[in-house]
């Protein structure tokens, strides 16, 4: 290693928090701490079941991950939640996500206050129900895998996406990480080339960071970079038991990639007609190498025999993203930030998703099997048959208890672990004890699935207009692509596994949806939904939200991408002030955009401005100054309203002269 960057291991050792470990684990003393094995857990991001040379992909080019295959026990049933910080809390808690309820992909957001409603005080009149909000946060009162670890002599690092809390307090070092290099919001990283562009409220990197992730020499590709990190975490504690938790930002947006790689997998053709996106392959070829360097210090280091190795995805492979009519392509014409990227994917991958996950249905997000089945492959040397495959149901609850099991640790007092420790598969001695395996997913097309043996049933809470069959049944072993719904025709198997649905629910205390009060089968989706409002909002139209009175204030509720509120009642010559009296539990960015007299459409660059919303429970009185050149006619208000519920309680635009329009809400109610 010649990097000569201060190490992270001297940036990041915590002193709080640690105590928790000793004190809340029953920790098994029949090993010495010498002999205790290493444990790696290696996860990719958004890496789907068919992106691998092991699982079958013609495409993508991963000999290191074809190594660790023909060393490794190979899972061809290994499952995910949709959405990766479900997948993440399980692996650290070993629970399912209706018990440690991080049900969505929302750790980039504000926590919550800890004595909110875990449900939404309304949904808009068109919905009959009310589902409970995700935590965004990993709860600290939980045992982590880490700080079970940590408190037995342990050495503890966390290299990559976190996506399981934004704050400081429930950042990895308060889970029980020693060491952690990681960046806060993380759903994806900013850019994967230093500098990295880790910010908070909009400020670019170099003048901000959030996390511990540094910059690099320009150009330094995150990948590497992390690479470069853990690798030197392995080599500072080898003389120690260690867990390193590797989890890559590859292969999630912002999709960077090196274009060395990128251009000689667009000359490359898939023999089975699936798989062309050469950006995907790119950043895969870059992981695999990353792979390919951990094994190898393993092996010079001598620390392979000795070492537990886990590689694993949080989620099915992407195949949403980037598509015409998308959310990352709508909107973004030149001018905007992101408009480079666009034009970036356009130029390699064209209308092509991420990936494709054929013969799998669908991808991620969805609780189709496209959406949850991931590869899985563990070795541990004179543990595990090389070459082994194994057709286990499993998952992340799954490896905390063996990863605990094969550091000769008990399960920690008083924490309830929902998975099972995969040792009987892993050495071939015997089977898996549970009578099914579940997955909770109460987001986006909200559902529960149950998977016992060939068969899965896949129940929703409520019909969609793409799939309105509540109850979907499906044998794998005969239609593993779910294509013929079985539900009719079997009622007593909908029946036995609709009864291990309803005792899972039961069990793990899963917050099911309630009946939502203010429901009218009349309303519509997409539009203004205050009852004889008239008064209090004309001039307002809502687009991709609904309107709902509350007590003083107008509640804007996200149904769709970018929400906004339009008007054209703003005839004013600029410039203009925009004054909004709001709160916003998430907070987020703001948008103005508007089109003036003779403009018959909106300008495809410009006349677009941008704001903060703090997040907090209190109200937030806002200023931003449009530079508007003319006479405006119409305005559009965007709001960070799309994945959480904001209050408004005053909107007033006015020119220089005081004139304008205004809205008051402070005395409406519910």
């Not at 039961?506 to 089968?521: E, I, Y």
């Not at 925009?578 to 960015?589: I, K, P, Y």
Request: with cysteine; hydrophobic share 35%.
């Amino acid at each position: 290693m010649n990097n000569p960057r201060i190490s992270v291991t001297c940036l990041s050792v915590l002193a709080i928090g640690m105590m928790l470990s000793t004190a809340n684990c029953t920790i098994a003393a029949d090993a010495s701490s010498a002999a205790k094995p290493n444990i790696v857990l290696f996860l990719v991001d958004d890496m789907g079941w068919m992106d691998s040379t092991p699982y079958g992909s013609q495409y993508y080019e991963t000999p290191n991950m074809k190594r660790l295959q023909r060393q490794s026990m190979r899972f061809t049933n290994a499952y995910a939640v949709p959405l990766c910080s479900p997948t993440r809390a399980s692996i650290l808690s070993g629970q399912y996500s209706s018990r440690h309820r991080v049900t969505s992909a929302s750790g980039h957001q504000p926590a919550a206050p800890a004595d909110a409603s875990p449900y939404p005080a309304r949904a808009a009149a068109h919905r009959p129900l009310i589902y409970a909000n995700s935590k965004n946060y990993l709860d600290l009162n939980l045992v982590s895998l880490a700080e079970v670890l940590h408190g037995a002599g342990y050495r503890t690092g966390h290299f990559g996406k976190w996506h399981l809390g934004l704050s400081q307090q429930h950042w990895p070092e308060q889970h029980g990480f020693e060491v952690a290099f990681h960046a806060e919001p993380s759903p994806g990283p900013a850019s994967y080339f230093s500098p990295y562009g880790v910010h908070a409220n909009g400020v670019p990197s170099g003048k901000h960071h959030v996390g511990t992730i540094t910059d690099g020499p320009d150009g330094e590709y995150i990948t590497d970079r992390l690479t470069d990190e853990a690798i030197r975490f392995v080599e500072t504690h080898q003389s120690e038991p260690f867990i390193l938790n590797f989890w890559h930002f590859a292969v999630h947006g912002p999709w960077g990639h090196k274009e060395e790689y990128t251009r000689r997998f667009a000359e490359k053709t898939d023999s089975r007609g699936h798989q062309k996106n050469p950006i995907m392959a790119s950043m895969l070829q870059s992981v695999d190498e990353s792979l390919g360097r951990v094994l190898d210090t393993f092996d010079e280091l001598g620390l392979t025999d000795n070492t537990l190795f886990i590689f694993y995805s949080d989620n099915g492979g992407n195949t949403h993203s980037n598509v015409p009519g998308s959310r990352q392509i709508k909107n973004i014409k030149p001018g905007h930030p992101k408009w480079g990227f666009v034009q970036d994917w356009k130029k390699w991958a064209g209308d092509q998703p991420p990936t494709n996950n054929a013969p799998l249905r669908e991808g991620k997000g969805k609780i189709y099997e496209g959406g949850q089945r991931v590869p899985l492959m563990v070795r541990w040397p004179g543990q595990i048959q090389p070459g082994s495959t194994s057709d286990a149901i499993v998952g992340p609850i799954d490896l905390y208890p063996t990863i605990l099991q094969v550091a000769g640790l008990k399960q920690p007092q008083g924490h309830i672990v929902d998975g099972e420790s995969l040792i009987p598969v892993l050495k071939q001695t015997g089977r898996l004890k549970r009578q099914a395996y579940f997955t909770w997913f109460p987001h986006l097309i909200p559902a529960v699935s149950v998977r016992q043996g060939d068969w899965k049933l896949i129940r929703r809470f409520e019909p969609h207009p793409q799939y309105p069959e509540v109850r979907e049944l499906y044998n794998l072993a005969d239609d593993i692509g779910e294509t013929q719904n079985l539900a009719g025709t079997m009622p007593q198997k909908v029946a036995e596994l609709d009864g291990l649905i309803d005792r899972f629910i039961r069990d793990t205390g899963a917050l099911t949806p309630k009946p939502n009060p203010d429901f009218n089968a009349d309303a519509k989706a997409g539009g203004t939904n205050v009852p004889n409002s008239s008064d209090i909002t004309a001039g307002l139209v809502a687009r991709n939200c609904e309107l709902v009175k509350t007590d003083g204030a107008i509640r804007v509720v996200g149904r769709g991408r970018l929400p906004f509120l339009g008007t054209a009642q703003v005839k004013s010559n600029g410039p203009l002030t925009l004054r909004l009296r709001t709160r916003s539990a998430t907070g987020g960015e703001g948008r103005i955009q508007w089109k003036t007299l003779g403009q018959e459409t909106f300008p495809e660059s410009g006349q677009v401005v941008r704001f903060d919303v703090p997040a907090g429970a209190s109200w937030q009185d806002i200023t931003v100054q449009i530079p508007v050149d003319g006479r405006t006619s119409v305005v559009r208000l965007y709001l960070p309203a799309e994945e959480s519920v904001m209050d408004i309680q005053s909107i007033n635009f006015g020119d220089e002269s005081g004139r304008g329009k205004s809205w008051d809400f402070a005395g409406v109610s519910p």
